[in-house]
């Protein structure tokens, strides 16, 4: 996988072919996070169209949660160089991505590798474009997971293994940890609700395939 860089400066960034490599790096930063998370995740191991204000964003009615913004515009907008194109193609990719591994989610709560790393994808994809509420809430479910699944340092060879393993699968069922887990994941849902809502409407995006929660 891509040694992940750190978000991109403008400042940094001289030529507009530099600008689009960064957006093409970025746009494959996307693709690997998607497939990490499918091959970690899998059964064996468990006319440029024209941006909204930032002024619209941060203030409009239904853009704002507590202190954060669905999307931080102004963010992401610098993460693509200022290219309101190109903003919009990630918006719309990043779309897609979330929807998917929401639906991998959705059957699989009771199993914390799924969990783990398909949130892990999610929080990746949102922290990239700067959509900081779903990143957070991915976060917290990710972590939710995190101390049930075997840390990759462990010898897979050993006899202990799988009996440690089990051990923690079945912990990850206690009702509370799976009444918690269930609680964000639906917090989650909802956020991405919203921000397919935001990008439908004042990002002029067209969903090809909306989400159905």
């Known amino acids: 996988m891509e ?10 960034v001289t030529t507009t072919e530099e600008a689009k490599a960064e957006i093409i790096r970025l746009r494959g930063l996307l693709k690997a996070n998607a497939a990490a998370a499918d091959s970690s995740s899998s059964p064996q191991d468990s006319e440029a169209v024209t941006a909204p204000e930032v002024s619209k964003v941060a203030g ?4 704002e949660s507590g202190q ?3 999307i931080d ?3 992401a907008l610098e993460q693509c160089c200022d290219d309101k194109v190109f903003l919009k193609e990630m918006l719309e990719e990043l779309h897609g991505e979330v929807s998917s591994k929401l639906g991998k989610l959705k059957g699989n709560l009771k199993d914390p590798m799924v969990v783990k790393f398909n949130a892990h994808s999610i929080k990746g994809v949102c922290a990239n474009f700067c959509v900081e509420i779903m990143k957070n809430l991915a976060k917290r479910l990710e972590f939710e997971a995190k101390p049930f699944i075997m ?4 010898d897979k060879d050993s006899p202990e293994y799988n009996v440690e393993k089990q051990k923690k699968a079945e912990k990850f069922l206690d009702e ?3 009444a918690q887990v269930a609680t964000l994941f639906a917090t989650l849902e909802k956020e991405f609700l919203r921000y397919e809502k935001l990008i439908v409407e004042s990002h002029d995006i067209d969903i090809k395939k909306k989400y159905t929660a």
């Open 73 to 75: 515009y102004k963010g």
């Open 151 to 154: 840390p990759i340092t462990a």
């Open 68 to 70: 954060l913004q669905i």
């Open 3 to 12: 040694e992940r860089k750190k978000p991109i400066d403008a400042s940094d």
């Open 60 to 63: 409009g009615q239904g853009f």
């Open 176 to 178: 509370k940890i799976q």
